[in-house]
């Protein structure tokens, strides 16, 4: 009996903190949907009760947003690939072929999951710049293309195809090519999507390089954008959770959607036995 | 209607590369805010309709050091704007660091500009060693905001409707009399940031006698310093005053009637305007140059210009420069509406006609101009500066009552005097 | 060993964009920064050669070590608590049905993934001082209003609970993994014994998780000494230089103060500390290995 009791209130308490928890994402979405005038007045309501879409609807006329969001979309869309494409090919080439050099490479790739990119800002920025390149998409995506943890991950996981996979293949007279389009890459779909949803998350939320090296307006992201443009108006609290609201929706619908994904992502990457 | 639809269609559709071909284009860049921020945008898109040759693209960045940062960095790598704004007050710190383009006397001639056309005060600022670097748009100061309701209940109001709250004793028993009348506060403030505590600070320390902020290598060389900060601070302690206010908040204060007064820039009065224009003020409210609180009248001020950022890497192309002067004139030229966002004009035909001369409020905090406190000519003066950065970081925890203010000035002369060299 | 033309040539390529990308951005720039931190340089442009000059200077600048002090109190306020509270979450989570597990850890989880941007723009609301309902919470209990951000005591502990708030998802969703490999007839086994559930974690779960425990613990300290977004957004480094931390004094130095050569020597410091961390910590995840 006591049992059940104490289990309760475990359960009670788990409860609390988890409401706790998630209160201010609430608050946000509750702020963004009221009138300016309520949100500043005496007695504040847990509920919003005249419910309006004004606020959203002049983030949409009197902001770039659509702007932001095609330079977050585009640039979160294109490292993903790069990330995806060419930690594959060399997790690939690390696990199956031979090659000098091999062993220095793997050694560097592990070496440099270690290296704090966040503290070479300032060579990026200059050597972004020498290659004209801040102000662009290209300027935001390249420095991010670099991803060890992928590599390691693919490279793990072509280990554990059993070779016989292999040489089966070889001796019906299977190329290499073959082999790779259409035994290998295609067998890692799983892996595949999953490194690429985090991947594209960490990207959509990267806000250090590109608050450093985007200077125009134009090519700002919305995670950027939203702390760095100027609002036109004194008193506008609704209106900046509309905006937070539209800026943190696409990585949070995706991560509702797939959650299982993105959580069991997240543990490849962390090195749980990296 | 089908066939006229196709025609405006076919019309557009030719008409739109003819257009974007010749225009050119000009990158403007503004820390422009509030009221401000509405104001200039529709003044861009006047210019823009009327002249199809030229098109501002302009962005809105975060006001003070995130702005400023943003133009250096930029500049460095050759992708600064071709137009920007830019305050005087930092002028003596931006000349040096060489970001700045200056005009020559034939450059501003071809569209009619000139020092003849300025105040002299304002001109002298925008020119040093003998070059120009800017074109000075407005001057801006701050003024007293009340609540005309509030202060009439608290008998403050004279017999021309206007403030009696000069003194600083007489102030501060405004302010208690006002509290004791129902307001939360007498008068709010962005009290958290040291770019409005600067505005307000340094105002009441020029309406001293003998108070100088800078003298030869030295900061704060006579105790007016210490006596300007514990008396905002005694305000706070009071609850007179808003603690630890943030600038939106500030104006709630005021606009939600917490507050009875407000200190803060000319450039909110379009806020006010349009609250009261779309009854969502609940009173009559009003601007007042700020009140004579100690030996005689000064109020803190500063002036948005427009320059030009210079960059080796890639220098603005004489078209673009042509363009740009282009804009420079005709905003000043109908810097009459400009005027409605509070400021007054820098170009002075505007502020002579008679249309400015009867523009409220503007009319009646209009005698500040003659005793404008300007920052000191200084390179650890002006807009995010590190006089700025020291306010915010000594004075604002001092006059929230973090910080003893005799220590709050021993610890900015420490920081800025080294940097005076 | 022999290699085979065939597929040296076809490693060739495979590696080729990988190791490009990473000579260009990682090499590269490391070395570059190296080179740049003997120098008196702008950010952009060619500097003078001075030897170990930005190091001495930064030896004997307080503000240096003011704020590589706030970064290591910002390690110490985010990095035990985040961890063991991670902890005690996932054992509270993975006591319920698999649906309502879901939702619970995803309340929790949430914040992880939204930008940082959002993340304190959230916070900044919700805390105002003057309209924000924490304040209102605190007027309930007749507390005095507090200005989080500016207050030399809670600018740091309310940034680094932030920091918690938002970062604890990705904790606890490595722990539950943890607790998921604990097996339960561990438990049952002890539940015949007559175990507390207090002797069951001292003796079962503590034990058990504690290869995960150290993975999260080290993962957390490289992590947070990174610090900057946040802090930035928040507080900017304030109220008088409390909550410096060392990638603004780069920041400042280096877009502000145009002073590259020796932001570059700060920006070093960091590298190599967060490097030996680095190194440190996967000694000590082999150790567990073996």
């Given at each position: 009996?006591?049992?059940?009791?104490?289990?309760?209130?475990?359960?009670?308490?788990?409860?609390?903190?988890?409401?706790?928890?998630?209160?201010p994402v609430y608050w946000a979405i509750a702020t963004s949907i009221k009138h300016e005038?309520d949100v500043t007045?005496?007695?504040?309501?847990?509920?919003p009760?005249?419910v309006t879409l004004h606020e959203y609807v002049r983030v949409f006329q009197e902001s770039n947003i659509l702007t932001w969001y095609v330079n977050s979309f585009?640039?979160?869309?294109?490292?993903?690939?790069?990330?995806?494409?060419?930690?594959?090919?060399?997790?690939?080439?690390?696990?199956?072929?031979?090659?000098?050099?091999?062993?220095?490479?793997?050694?560097?790739?592990?070496?440099?999951?270690?290296?704090?990119?966040?503290?070479?800002?300032?060579?990026?920025?200059?050597?972004?710049?020498?290659?004209?390149?801040?102000?662009?998409?290209?300027?935001?995506?390249?420095?991010?293309?670099?991803?060890?943890?992928?590599?390691?991950?693919?490279?793990?996981?072509?280990?554990?195809?059993?070779?016989?996979?292999?040489?089966?293949?070889?001796?019906?007279?299977?190329?290499?090519?073959?082999?790779?389009?259409?035994?290998?890459?295609?067998?890692?779909?799983?892996?595949?999507?999953?490194?690429?949803?985090?991947?594209?998350?960490?990207?959509w939320n990267?806000f250090?390089?590109p608050f450093?090296?985007t200077?125009?307006e134009e090519m700002f992201t919305v995670t950027i954008a939203i702390s760095s443009v100027q609002d036109a108006f004194g008193v506008r609290y609704a209106r900046e959770m509309a905006l937070t609201v539209l800026a943190g929706f696409p990585v949070a619908a995706?991560?509702?959607?797939?959650?299982?994904?993105?959580?069991?992502?997240?543990?490849?990457?962390?090195?749980?036995?990296? | 209607?089908?066939?006229?639809?196709?025609?405006?269609?076919?019309?557009?559709?030719?008409?739109?590369?003819?257009?974007?071909?010749?225009?050119?284009?000009?990158?403007?860049?503004?820390?422009?805010g509030g009221?401000?921020g509405v104001?200039?945008k529709?003044?861009?898109?006047?210019?823009?309709?009327?002249?199809?040759?030229?098109?501002?693209?302009?962005s809105t960045l975060e006001w003070?050091?995130p702005?400023?940062?943003?133009?250096?960095?930029?500049?460095?790598?050759?992708?600064?704007?071709?137009?920007?704004?830019?305050?005087?007050?930092?002028?003596?710190?931006?000349?040096?660091?060489?970001?700045?383009?200056?005009?020559?006397?034939?450059?501003?001639?071809?569209?009619?500009?000139?020092?003849?056309?300025?105040?002299?005060?304002?001109?002298?600022?925008?020119?040093?060693?003998?070059?120009?670097?800017?074109?000075?748009?407005?001057?801006?100061?701050?003024?007293?905001?009340?609540?005309?309701?509030?202060?009439?209940?608290?008998?403050?109001?004279?017999?021309?409707?206007?403030?009696?709250?000069?003194?600083?004793?007489?102030?501060?028993?405004?302010?208690?009399?006002?509290?004791?009348?129902?307001?939360?506060?007498?008068?709010?403030?962005?009290?958290?940031?040291?770019?409005?505590?600067?505005?307000?600070?340094?105002?009441?320390?020029?309406?001293?006698?003998?108070?100088?902020?800078?003298?030869?290598?030295?900061?704060?060389?006579?105790?007016?310093?210490?006596?300007?900060?514990?008396?905002?601070?005694?305000?706070?302690?009071?609850?007179?005053?808003?603690?630890?206010?943030e600038y939106p908040?500030?104006?709630a204060?005021?606009?939600?009637?917490?507050?009875?007064?407000?200190?803060?820039?000319?450039?909110?009065?379009?806020?006010?305007?349009?609250?009261?224009?779309?009854?969502?003020?609940?009173?009559?409210?009003?601007?007042?140059?700020?009140?004579?609180?100690?030996?005689?009248?000064?109020?803190?001020?500063?002036?948005?210009?427009?320059?030009?950022?210079?960059?080796?890497?890639?220098?603005?192309?004489?078209?673009?420069?042509?363009?740009?002067?282009?804009?420079?004139?005709?905003?000043?030229?109908?810097?009459?509406?400009?005027?409605?966002?509070?400021?007054?004009?820098?170009?002075?035909?505007?502020?002579?006609?008679?249309?400015?001369?009867?523009?409220?409020?503007?009319?009646?905090?209009?005698?500040?101009?003659?005793?404008?406190?300007?920052?000191?000519?200084?390179?650890?003066?002006?807009?995010?500066?590190?006089?700025?950065?020291?306010?915010?970081?000594?004075?604002?925890?001092?006059?929230?009552?973090?910080?003893?203010?005799?220590?709050?000035?021993?610890?900015?002369?420490?920081?800025?005097?080294?940097?005076?060299? | 060993?022999?290699?085979?033309?065939?597929?040296?040539?076809?490693?060739?390529?495979?590696?080729?964009?990988?190791?490009?990308?990473?000579?260009?951005?990682?090499?590269?720039?490391?070395?570059?920064?190296?080179?740049?931190?003997?120098?008196?340089?702008?950010?952009?442009?060619?500097?003078?050669?001075?030897?170990?000059?930005?190091?001495?200077?930064?030896?004997?600048?307080?503000?240096?070590?003011?704020?590589?002090?706030?970064?290591?109190?910002?390690?110490?306020?985010?990095?035990?608590?985040?961890?063991?509270?991670?902890?005690?979450?996932?054992?509270?989570?993975?006591?319920?049905?698999?649906?309502?597990?879901?939702?619970?850890?995803?309340?929790?989880?949430?914040p992880?993934i939204l930008p940082v941007t959002v993340v304190t723009d959230m916070w900044t609301w919700l805390?105002s001082?003057?309209f924000g309902?924490?304040?209102?919470?605190?007027?309930?209990?007749?507390?005095?209003?507090?200005?989080?951000?500016?207050?030399?005591?809670?600018?740091?502990?309310?940034?680094?609970?932030?920091?918690?708030?938002?970062?604890?998802?990705?904790?606890?969703?490595?722990?539950?993994?943890?607790?998921?490999?604990?097996?339960?007839?561990?438990?049952?086994?002890?539940?015949?014994?007559?175990?507390?559930?207090?002797?069951?974690?001292?003796?079962?779960?503590?034990?058990?998780?504690?290869?995960?425990?150290?993975?999260?613990?080290?993962?957390?300290?490289?992590?947070?000494?990174?610090?900057?977004d946040?802090?930035?957004l928040l507080?900017?480094?304030?109220?008088?230089?409390?909550?410096?931390?060392?990638?603004?004094?780069?920041?400042?130095?280096?877009?502000?103060?145009?002073?590259?050569?020796?932001?570059?020597?700060?920006?070093?410091?960091?590298?190599?500390?967060?490097?030996?961390?680095?190194?440190?910590?996967?000694?000590?995840?082999?150790?567990?290995?073996?």
């Amino acid at each position: 009996m006591s049992h059940r009791i104490s289990n309760f209130l475990l359960s009670a308490l788990t409860a609390i903190f988890a409401v706790a928890w998630i209160f201010p994402v609430y608050w946000a979405i509750a702020t963004s949907i009221k009138h300016e005038v309520d949100v500043t007045a005496e007695n504040t309501a847990l509920l919003p009760t005249d419910v309006t879409l004004h606020e959203y609807v002049r983030v949409f006329q009197e902001s770039n947003i659509l702007t932001w969001y095609v330079n977050s979309f585009g640039t979160s869309i294109i490292i993903t690939i790069i990330v995806v494409v060419i930690s594959m090919m060399c997790g690939y080439a690390l696990s199956q072929l031979n090659f000098p050099g091999k062993q220095l490479l793997w050694w560097m790739v592990l070496a440099s999951i270690m290296v704090p990119t966040t503290a070479l800002v300032i060579a990026l920025f200059v050597l972004v710049a020498d290659f004209e390149l801040i102000n662009s998409w290209a300027g935001i995506i390249l420095p991010q293309v670099i991803s060890p943890v992928c590599v390691v991950v693919f490279k793990q996981f072509f280990d554990a195809v059993p070779r016989e996979l292999r040489e089966a293949a070889i001796i019906d007279g299977a190329k290499e090519y073959q082999l790779i389009l259409k035994i290998y890459f295609p067998m890692n779909l799983g892996i595949t999507t999953a490194l690429a949803i985090v991947t594209y998350i960490g990207a959509w939320n990267q806000f250090w390089w590109p608050f450093i090296m985007t200077t125009q307006e134009e090519m700002f992201t919305v995670t950027i954008a939203i702390s760095s443009v100027q609002d036109a108006f004194g008193v506008r609290y609704a209106r900046e959770m509309a905006l937070t609201v539209l800026a943190g929706f696409p990585v949070a619908a995706g991560y509702l959607l797939f959650q299982k994904k993105v959580t069991n992502a997240l543990m490849m990457t962390s090195g749980i036995k990296g | 209607m089908k066939k006229s639809l196709l025609a405006l269609a076919s019309s557009l559709l030719l008409s739109l590369p003819l257009q974007v071909s010749a225009a050119t284009e000009v990158t403007w860049w503004d820390f422009l805010g509030g009221g401000d921020g509405v104001r200039m945008k529709s003044l861009i898109e006047q210019f823009n309709s009327s002249h199809p040759d030229i098109k501002i693209n302009a962005s809105t960045l975060e006001w003070g050091v995130p702005f400023y940062t943003k133009i250096q960095t930029s500049a460095a790598v050759g992708e600064q704007p071709d137009i920007m704004t830019y305050h005087l007050s930092r002028f003596p710190l931006a000349v040096p660091s060489g970001v700045l383009r200056p005009f020559s006397a034939a450059e501003l001639s071809s569209v009619g500009l000139g020092p003849d056309k300025y105040f002299p005060a304002n001109w002298e600022a925008a020119n040093i060693g003998g070059k120009t670097y800017g074109i000075p748009l407005d001057i801006h100061a701050m003024v007293l905001y009340y609540n005309k309701d509030m202060l009439g209940k608290a008998g403050l109001l004279g017999s021309n409707g206007l403030p009696k709250l000069d003194g600083i004793a007489n102030f501060t028993s405004g302010l208690k009399k006002l509290k004791a009348n129902g307001a939360e506060y007498g008068v709010s403030l962005h009290t958290a940031g040291g770019s409005s505590v600067w505005r307000l600070w340094y105002s009441m320390f020029n309406q001293m006698n003998g108070a100088q902020f800078m003298s030869g290598n030295q900061v704060c060389p006579t105790d007016h310093c210490e006596k300007v900060t514990s008396q905002i601070k005694s305000w706070i302690d009071d609850e007179l005053m808003s603690s630890e206010t943030e600038y939106p908040d500030s104006i709630a204060l005021f606009t939600s009637g917490k507050a009875a007064m407000h200190f803060n820039g000319v450039w909110e009065v379009p806020t006010f305007t349009d609250l009261a224009k779309n009854n969502k003020l609940g009173f009559e409210w009003g601007a007042v140059r700020i009140p004579v609180m100690y030996d005689k009248p000064a109020t803190w001020a500063d002036s948005h210009a427009f320059a030009v950022p210079h960059s080796d890497r890639k220098p603005i192309s004489q078209e673009k420069l042509k363009a740009v002067l282009e804009v420079i004139a005709w905003m000043n030229k109908n810097s009459l509406f400009w005027a409605t966002a509070g400021h007054i004009p820098g170009y002075k035909p505007i502020v002579d006609s008679a249309d400015y001369k009867k523009m409220e409020p503007n009319a009646t905090y209009a005698v500040l101009a003659e005793n404008a406190a300007f920052d000191p000519k200084s390179k650890i003066a002006g807009v995010a500066s590190p006089i700025y950065d020291s306010m915010q970081n000594f004075i604002v925890p001092s006059i929230n009552g973090q910080l003893d203010p005799a220590e709050a000035i021993e610890m900015m002369k420490e920081t800025l005097e080294p940097q005076i060299e | 060993m022999k290699y085979k033309r065939e597929e040296v040539l076809y490693a060739v390529v495979l590696v080729a964009p990988f190791v490009v990308a990473y000579l260009l951005f990682l090499i590269y720039p490391t070395i570059y920064q190296l080179t740049l931190s003997f120098q008196k340089a702008p950010l952009i442009g060619p500097g003078e050669w001075i030897g170990l000059d930005n190091y001495v200077k930064l030896y004997n600048d307080k503000l240096f070590w003011r704020a590589l002090r706030n970064t290591g109190v910002f390690v110490l306020w985010t990095v035990v608590p985040n961890t063991l509270l991670g902890l005690l979450f996932a054992i509270m989570v993975i006591r319920h049905r698999p649906l309502l597990q879901a939702i619970i850890l995803a309340c929790f989880f949430v914040p992880h993934i939204l930008p940082v941007t959002v993340v304190t723009d959230m916070w900044t609301w919700l805390l105002s001082k003057q309209f924000g309902i924490v304040q209102e919470v605190l007027d309930y209990f007749e507390i005095k209003r507090i200005s989080f951000f500016t207050s030399r005591n809670w600018a740091m502990p309310m940034v680094a609970f932030i920091t918690i708030w938002w970062t604890i998802g990705f904790n606890i969703v490595l722990f539950i993994a943890g607790l998921r490999n604990i097996s339960p007839e561990l438990y049952e086994a002890s539940d015949i014994e007559g175990a507390t559930k207090f002797q069951q974690f001292r003796y079962i779960t503590w034990p058990l998780i504690w290869p995960v425990t150290a993975l999260v613990l080290t993962l957390q300290l490289i992590f947070q000494m990174k610090i900057f977004d946040q802090m930035y957004l928040l507080t900017g480094g304030g109220p008088f230089n409390s909550t410096l931390v060392i990638l603004q004094l780069v920041y400042n130095k280096a877009f502000q103060g145009n002073d590259g050569g020796y932001a570059a020597a700060i920006s070093f410091v960091l590298f190599v500390i967060i490097l030996l961390t680095s190194v440190l910590q996967y000694q000590v995840l082999k150790r567990q290995d073996d």
